[in-house]
């Protein structure tokens, strides 16, 4: 899921828990990123609420430095624009 968000979009904790079908599991979320191992994932792109920055394991700075690089502007520790900028994942078929 992570994976699947596009470059200049963000999702938050409690987003990825929902897709993965279980909400309420945002703080799940983020410790399973936090010690994430394949640098191939955009695991920066996962934020707090709110357009909150939120954590990135021992590297905050990289994680604001990454984002910036995608496009995204920050007040303080706050996506400026995070309304605009999320990412909702397209909506699946229902099972039968």
Not at 36 to 44: F, I, L, Q, T
């Amino acid at each position: 899921m992570v994976a699947a968000i596009p470059s200049g979009r963000v999702a938050t904790y409690g987003d990825i828990a929902r897709l993965a079908g279980r909400p309420g599991a945002a703080r799940a979320v983020g410790n399973i990123l936090r010690d994430a191992p394949d640098p191939r994932v955009p695991y920066h792109r996962v934020i707090a609420a709110g357009g909150a920055l939120g954590g990135f394991g021992r590297a905050p700075h990289l994680k604001r430095a990454l984002l910036s690089a995608e496009g995204h502007t920050f007040r303080g520790r706050r996506l400026l624009g995070f309304a605009e900028r999320r990412w909702t994942a397209p909506a699946r078929p229902a099972k039968k």
